[in-house]
């Protein structure tokens, strides 16, 4: 059997706030003179069992709170990168959010400049390509987006995408069609969470208003065969969580996750790892448990790491490099 761990994949869905794991976090609180509610690794970690989505973003959100200048965004993906580089990923597109940090204070150049400083050096250092996408939170303001889009300045050129996150139902996607429209005139890659929590209609929406050319998990397209016929016929990505998805309960337990079964319905679907620290794995642990729950043959591994690479922003030479 393949060794789901050394096999070349790349990393679709992945927020890097979500890495911070709880003893750089306490480290971080301590340097930054941050108070955190939860004071030890253990009383941290204690706190990662999630009701749904909304009670993991109250503590993702609060947590986050401890990273307060560039070296503190340099020091989180540097650390994701030796991580990801152990789990056999080469390339990844990674999703930061910048208004939890903003509206805190902390200016957006500082998260970006710390965050690309760590891409950058990966692709000598550990051979890992990369591309930076700046997610907006679908529970605050389309206005505030739009705004923030505006305000770029030179930060823009050190961005290559746009997505939406955050808490899903009530929050559809035609608010951001105004901030999407500019991204994609910017030539930014547009993607959108859809269909983790709410359902086909939200996929639908992503699709024909925004436009995206990814879908953020997807999941809630299989209630809905008209939708997955057209996921298929279109080649639309979807990039799927399976610990993500047990964890925050839109999935019953590893054994009940579609994502095989999604496969074989001819859905363009990859393997992600979504928030690793709070959800119990990186990307090589959810192959891994999805060999050990479903049974994942050596041949649907290998059509994973494919369309992951496929569906990624690496360059096309990259992309064959790594075929
Ligand atoms: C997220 Cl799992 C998930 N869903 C939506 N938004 C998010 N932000 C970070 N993790
Ligand atoms: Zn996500």
Redesign the pocket.
Same mark, same amino acid.
């Given at each position: 059997m393949k060794d789901l761990y050394t096999l070349p994949k790349a990393e679709l869905h992945l #927020?890097i @706030?979500?890495t911070l794991e709880p003893e750089l976090a306490l480290e971080l609180a301590a340097k930054n003179g941050v108070e955190l509610p939860h004071g030890s690794v253990e009383e941290l970690r204690r706190q990662y069992d999630f009701e749904d989505?909304s009670s993991? =973003?109250d503590l993702?959100y609060a947590t986050m709170s401890v990273l307060r200048e560039a070296a503190d965004f340099e020091a989180l993906t540097a650390a994701y990168l030796r991580r990801a580089a152990a789990q056999g990923l080469r390339h990844v597109d990674v999703f930061f +959010?910048p208004q939890a940090h903003v509206s805190r204070g902390v200016p957006v150049e500082a998260v970006i400049t710390g965050i690309r400083t760590a891409l950058d050096a990966a692709r000598a250092e550990l051979g890992i390509t990369s591309t930076l996408v700046m &997610?907006f939170l679908r529970d605050r303001p389309a206005a505030e987006a739009l705004a923030l889009l505006e305000s770029l300045g030179d930060q823009l050129g050190r961005i290559d995408g746009i997505g939406l +996150? /955050?808490? @899903?139902v009530g929050h559809p996607p035609a608010l951001f069609a105004e901030v999407y429209d500019r991204a994609r005139a910017a030539g930014l890659h547009v993607v959108a #969470?859809a269909g983790?929590e709410a359902g086909p209609d939200y996929v639908r929406e992503a699709l024909d208003v925004l436009r995206v050319e990814r879908v953020d #998990?997807g999941i809630q397209c299989l209630q809905d065969p008209a939708l997955v016929e057209r996921l298929v016929a279109e080649r639309v990505p979807l990039t799927v &969580?399976p610990f /993500?998805n047990v964890r =925050?309960r839109v999935v019953g337990e590893l054994a009940d996750h579609p994502v095989l079964r999604m496969l074989e319905l001819g859905l363009f679907v990859s393997v992600n790892s +979504? +928030?690793p620290a709070y959800f119990g794995g990186y990307v090589g642990d959810n192959f891994q448990g999805l060999r050990d729950a479903l049974g994942l043959t050596d041949e649907q591994a290998e059509t994973l790491a494919r369309n992951s690479v496929d569906a990624s922003f690496a360059t096309e030479e990259r992309k064959r490099a790594l075929r």
């Open positions: #927020h @706030e979500g989505l993991f =973003l993702y +959010d &997610c +996150d /955050s808490a @899903e #969470h983790e #998990h &969580c /993500s =925050l +979504d +928030d």
